[in-house]
């Protein structure tokens, strides 16, 4: 880094100022430089409950509007923008960023590394998520006056099929920013699955086989290989139509022999693994708290690990299934409905193994475990509606109606939102040192519960009565009035509990009680670690003996074959000195990672306005690339 | 941040005076007839509106035989399903109940698993899914086959944001097919063929009480085929999103009796009068 | 010996040969090419098994997937 | 560092990144095997917007022509071969620790990677005044977009052994460095099959 930083010369003073602020552990940048996968892992959470709270909003208005028939509330230009930032949102800005907050907070510490295998590239998907995030968001002020209630969102629904999102149909450029965001996205994720799949194959402890890892590092790495290989298809998808959009290719234009078809067939191949993307580390993440809360071991470890593989590999299979309208033919949707059946396999023997590790325990009835039994059921529902979902003919009446809608909230909302949200709480004490307050814990979940299945248990009624997705309104006399209303209702529930939940938050970082080591007397390797973790997390590589590493370290079998708690074992010894992290070599700060993921949106933005712009943010992402290559990976402390 | 440290206090006094957490304790005592309402309230909601009158796409209220044998299809599928949901969550319930911790120092029996289990839940579940999957791909081949060579023959182009039905079988005087915009007038009793395509982006074409939907998409004809079984007029709607008015391209499907159909065929294959075969469409019987 | 298949291939394709009979030759020829780079040019064929399953898990699944896709829309692969 | 399966962080990284570019380029070709067959109108009047063929054919005897001019292709190809070959020799000298010899590969790859990217732009040049643009129909659209990512990578990959030109000319790669070869090297001949995928079924292979 000689070149850089040499004393005397201005830019060279200026840049090794800001190095320094960046290793001043309270300074602001120390954040922004930072590439400390739990800081990281925060800047996640935080950005993603954001973008939850945005994706919120949205939904609040299109209940609003569907309150009640012939609304008026908004129109349907805003409404169509409306679900499709809606949706968009909830996908790639929330559920998916959430579970890459836990791979980042948790992995490194279950498996007993320092950090992932690139802190660099780390830091760079977290920009890159950030900048695609509010690329995408700033659609919204591209046309007009926001507040008088001109959006200039994407407006084609979140599968944006072909030929809708062309320029004809969709002019300005709501279409083209929601590409672009989505491509940039695709890198962060992308960035993300290959730095993940890395970290856990070569970064364990030493006897951290593979089949002494926590379910949620299988979940992990299932989900990692997903996105390494579903992104490029949409990736390509979305360039392709980037191309008929801002270049007049034809990939999509039925008009010269293009087909639409081709646009749902890589949509849906990227579109289906996608779906276990997002509840896959749900899976995982209540793999982890059930047995913790039964005080038993997970029941059937590896059939839960082998079915979660299986469903990664049978995820590829069942595509055609939100195809099967599109008249693709009687051959290709029966083959297409007894793989989805298929699917249904591997997912019961999940939630049986679940039932299974709290039968018998001793299940201590907190928040986290709540949310987890709330997963277990509410996503039990989805499943089952998603079988109902598989028998073909019958889902001809089915599809594109709300009954979908109601399905895939179960499955996402009940599901995953649920399982992230035990993640919240189960982990917030090893990263804050605090517990979440237990009261208001409860009260978020009751009322999410209640307002969850008042909002999408009426779309099941209402979406057999025949009610399609994505209008904007209804007319009277369809039976559909007094079950969106009840939606509505639960949908302002539900907003009240993330209320409450924010209020704990809050006041529990401020005045939360002392959680110290190891709360929820667990089972892995994180909470053999101080609260709040050290930045070099352990001061000794430990040395893996078991599945369920630190359980084994507090309980021993003892003559008669009772498990007993070891005397004196992991005692809680909650100061941590500050000198075990002398001489450990940990990654240094680094800005290029920032600067790199910069050009992106700069880059995007030149493609839709200007190519001198495109110019700019290459160059940028060049300075970023080039720094980030030659700049010394790690500093002596 | 200022305002979060006025306000927080009080909120925790809030929270402090009610003691949200005793409240949580006496609801939670009382879960199960908790849980037990809330199913029964659903079930009743449930019934109420689905043998409610004003229910013009009530997909379980069919009124032809394709909807028919996919109501029967989602029936056979739905009530194991509906079995299976409550013992799911009867039985977290019972087991969050029946195992609750009852002391802290309480260390249960460490089970790792039991192959014989594993083997039943998997084989179990697979079995009766493939009992599933022998009815629906029967149903399947069944809906799925090609329109009888003397079905009752339609065009149908879907376009933002109407649709256009064009009879080929039918010619006006000047020779051309007649045409009909958002309603359409077929035979009841008899297989109807309706040939979809679109002139713009994609669209469903969908009467829920007849048959289920199957998309008009731009640069294909695609087939699908229904029957009413008895007269009236059915409603229907674009099911894929299509832009702006997506949700008012309706459609109403007339079934008309034999005599009236007839009635109407005269009409508009030149009967005498100049009747032009855009208008025809809102003469309906039935 | 790539030189040579290439020219091989080049001439292939000026003979007048039959289209299966061509494709086959010719598909045949380029995997020999695809795979004396992959192994070894690439070493996979003496570094760790590891890199062998992702790359052959990556190829198989790209050849799968949109075989099946192309089939249902009526395209073909070769 | 020892790892956990005994092999590299990066060259663990650089398999998954092929493996998954894997489905970028199947992708790229599914699109243009899914519309090559609908391309099949006789050029009568050479209006190219509503036929075209990638190569020469006969149809009812009539022989007519295709865009495609397979010899220089051909060539090109070689050159992308060849400089795979180069690629492997920088390795095995840097791996022996001659630093000079690797230096002279490396250009020498570098330099056939850019040489393939001028025949591509020529290629290009040629088409865009016969009049196949990205607009005119499907084939166009199809094979500028498949074409022109694989020429990206290309490019990609020039820029890289340029960099580790630059680099080792400063003297900072040593044998001990061989790796950062080892990995560009990976790209690189992954690119270089890519390229036999696409040289074969787009370009020899008659729709």
């Known amino acids: ?121 780390n830091s760079f998907s977290f920009w890159a998520f950030l900048a695609g995030g509010i690329f995408l968001n700033a659609s919204f002020f591209i046309r007009g006056n926001i507040f008088e209630g001109d959006i200039g969102a994407p407006g084609a629904g979140w599968f944006g099929y072909a030929p809708l999102t062309s320029t004809e149909f969709s002019p300005g450029h709501g279409i083209d920013f929601w590409i672009l965001g989505l491509l940039i996205l695709g890198v962060a994720s992308m960035a993300g699955g290959f730095n993940f799949i890395v970290t856990i194959l070569n970064m364990r402890a030493p006897g951290m086989t593979l089949l002494r890892m926590p379910l949620f590092v299988w979940m992990t790495l299932v989900t990692s290989f997903l996105i390494i290989f579903a992104m490029p298809v949409i990736t390509v998808a979305l360039f392709e139509l980037l191309f008929d959009r801002l270049y007049n290719a034809n990939f999509f234009n039925a008009s010269v022999g293009g087909s639409p078809l081709l646009w749902q067939h890589m949509f849906w191949l990227f579109g289906h693994p996608e779906v276990y993307i997002l509840i896959l580390p749900a899976m995982g993440i209540v793999s982890e708290i059930l047995p913790t809360f039964s005080k038993k071991p997970l029941f059937g470890y590896p059939f839960v690990v082998f079915s979660g593989v299986a469903i990664g590999f049978m995820s590829w299979g069942v595509w055609v299934h939100h195809m099967y309208t599109t008249g693709l033919g009687t051959v290709a949707n029966s083959a297409f409905g007894l793989s989805t059946i298929l699917i249904g396999v591997p997912t019961g023997v999940k939630i049986f193994n679940w039932l299974a590790t709290m039968w018998g325990g001793s299940i201590s009835i907190k928040t986290p475990l709540l949310m987890c039994a709330g997963f277990v059921t509410m996503f039990t529902i989805g499943g089952l509606s998603g079988v109902l979902h598989t028998m073909v003919p019958s889902d001809f009446q089915q599809q594109d109606t709300y009954f979908v809608v109601a399905h895939f909230h179960y499955v996402l909302f009940g599901g995953s939102i649920f399982a992230l949200f035990a993640g919240v709480y189960y982990w917030f004490p090893k990263f804050t040192g605090k517990l979440l307050g237990e009261g208001l814990g409860q009260l978020h979940f009751w009322l999410m519960l209640i307002g969850f299945n008042l909002t999408f248990f009426p779309m099941h009624i209402s979406g057999l009565l025949g009610m399609p997705r994505r209008i904007y309104t209804y007319q009277e006399g369809f039976g559909f009035d007094t079950l969106n209303m009840m939606s509505t209702v639960g949908g302002f529930i539900i907003a009240a509990s993330m209320l409450v939940f924010i209020t704990n938050f809050i006041s529990s970082l401020r005045n939360g009680e002392k959680s110290g080591r190891d709360p929820w007397d667990a089972r892995t390797l994180e909470w053999s670690l101080p609260s709040p973790v050290p930045n070099y997390n352990f001061k000794e590589v430990p040395v893996v003996e078991a599945r369920d590493a630190f359980w084994y370290t507090k309980y021993r079998e003892n003559e008669e074959g009772v498990v007993v708690r070891i005397e004196g074992a992991a005692a809680d010894d909650e100061e941590d000195d500050g000198e075990g992290g002398h001489g450990i070599h940990l990654p240094s700060p680094s800005y290029f990672p920032l600067i790199a993921a910069a050009g992106l949106p700069i880059i995007a933005t030149g493609l839709i306005y200007d190519p001198a712009l495109v110019a700019v943010g290459v160059a940028t992402t060049m300075i970023g690339v080039f720094g980030w290559a030659i700049e010394p990976p790690t500093e002596r402390r | 941040m200022i305002i979060l440290d006025q306000v927080l206090p009080y909120v925790m006094q809030i929270h402090q005076k009610m003691h949200l957490s005793r409240v949580f304790s006496v609801v939670w005592s009382h879960r199960r007839q908790a849980v037990v309402g809330l199913a029964l309230l659903g079930l009743l909601a449930l019934f109420a509106i689905g043998c409610g009158a004003d229910t013009p796409q009530n997909t379980f209220d069919t009124k032809g035989e394709v909807a028919e044998r996919q109501k029967d299809l989602f029936l056979i599928a739905m009530w194991p399903a509906l079995a299976i949901m409550i013992a799911i969550l009867g039985g977290t319930v019972l087991i969050l109940i029946r195992f609750r911790r009852r002391s802290e120092n309480d260390i249960p029996k460490q089970t790792h698993g039991n192959t014989t289990l594993e083997l039943a839940w998997t084989i179990a579940p697979a079995i009766l899914l493939f009992g599933l999957g022998i009815p629906m791909v029967a149903a399947l081949w069944e809906i799925g086959r090609d329109p009888s060579p003397d079905a009752f023959q339609v065009n149908v182009e879907g376009q933002r944001f109407l649709w256009k039905f064009e009879y080929p079988e039918l010619l006006d005087e000047s020779g051309d097919p007649v045409v009909t915009f958002s309603e359409v007038n077929v035979p009841a009793g008899r297989e109807v063929a309706l040939h979809l395509t679109s002139i713009d982006v994609i669209h469903s074409f969908w009467v829920p009480k007849l048959a289920g939907k199957l998309d008009a998409i731009p640069g294909r004809t695609q087939t699908m085929w229904l029957r009413a079984d008895e007269p009236g007029s059915f409603s229907g709607q674009c099911a894929e999103f299509c832009g702006l008015n997506h949700a008012d391209m309706r459609l109403v499907m007339h079934a008309l009796p034999v005599e009236d159909f007839e009635a109407w065929v005269d009409e508009v294959t030149g009967g005498g009068s100049s009747a032009s075969a855009a208008g025809v469409g809102g003469d309906s019987g039935g | 010996m790539l030189a040579i298949i290439t020219a091989v291939e080049v001439a292939l394709y000026y003979l007048d040969l039959s289209r299966n009979a061509l494709v086959g030759l010719l598909l045949a020829l380029s995997a020999l090419k695809f795979a004396l780079v992959v192994l070894w040019f690439m070493h996979l064929r003496f570094d760790n098994r590891l890199f062998s399953t992702l790359f052959v898990g990556g190829i198989v699944l790209a050849i799968g997937i949109f075989t099946v896709a192309l089939s249902t829309v009526g395209g073909k692969l070769v | 560092m020892a790892t956990s399966t005994g092999v590299d962080n990066r060259k663990l990284f650089m398999w998954l990144f092929l493996a998954s570019e894997c489905l970028f380029f199947g992708s790229l070709i599914a699109a243009y095997l899914l519309y090559r067959g609908q391309h099949g109108v006789p050029c009568m009047d050479g209006d190219l917007s509503t036929c075209v063929f990638p190569t020469d054919r006969t149809i009812n005897g009539v022989e007519y022509e295709g865009i495609f001019d397979i010899p220089f292709t051909s060539v090109s190809a070689f050159v992308l071969l060849m400089s795979s070959v180069s690629m492997v020799l920088a390795l095995a000298a840097i791996q022996r620790g001659n630093v000079r010899a690797m230096r002279i590969w490396l250009f020498t790859t570098a330099a056939l990677g850019a040489l393939f990217v001028g025949g591509q732009a020529f290629e290009f040049t040629e088409f865009y005044r016969e009049g196949l643009t990205l607009e005119t129909n499907l084939f166009g659209t199809t094979f500028y977009v498949l074409t022109g990512f694989h020429g990206a990578h290309v490019t990609i990959g020039v820029l890289v052994l340029f960099s580790l030109l630059i680099w080792s000319s400063r003297g900072k790669i040593q044998a001990k460095d061989s790796l950062n070869i080892e990995l560009a090297g990976l790209y690189w001949h992954f690119v270089d099959i890519v390229w036999i995928v696409i040289f074969t079924l787009i370009y020899l292979i008659q729709p």
Do not use: C
Request: proline share 5%.
């Open chain 1, 1 to 121: 880094m000689a070149g850089v930083a040499q004393a005397g010369n201005p830019l060279g003073r200026a840049l090794r100022d800001v190095r320094h602020m960046a290793e001043d552990r309270y300074s602001i940048w120390s954040w922004i430089a930072t590439v400390d996968h739990k800081r990281i892992g925060i800047m996640y959470g935080i950005t993603a409950f954001t973008f939850f709270l945005i994706g919120g909003v949205e939904a609040l208005l299109l209940r609003i509007q569907l309150a009640q028939p012939n609304s008026t509330f908004l129109d349907p230009d805003q409404f169509n923008r409306l679900f499709t930032m809606h949706g968009t949102t909830m996908i790639f800005l929330v559920v998916m960023p959430l579970s890459a907050a836990f791979f980042n907070l948790v992995i490194p510490l279950m498996i007993g590394a320092r950090d992932v295998a690139f802190p660099r590239l």
